[in-house]
């Protein structure tokens, strides 16, 4: 096996991608739930729009976090 390999076979550039590619889905969805892009489907539950906004918001930035800082990689 090549250094560029962990012990499963991923490369690492695959895996950087696709938790870079994670973090976008997460904020983006966040945001879209901070616009009111979803609110047809919950048009009498505002806190919902704020709850899971919020949720996914933080959750793709500490995924960022993590992504940058190298902590997800556990094969560094």
Do not use: C, H
């Not at 979803?38 to 996914?56: D, I």
């Amino acid at each position: 096996m090549s250094s560029d390999n962990n012990q499963t076979g991923t490369p690492k550039a695959m895996r950087n991608l696709f938790g870079i590619i994670m973090i976008v889905v997460y904020i983006g969805m966040g945001v879209l739930f901070f616009v009111g892009f979803f609110k047809p489907l919950y048009e009498s539950w505002t806190w919902v729009r704020w709850v899971f906004g919020g949720l996914f918001t933080a959750y793709g930035i500490w995924r960022a976090y993590r992504q940058f800082a190298g902590i997800d990689d556990p094969y560094a």
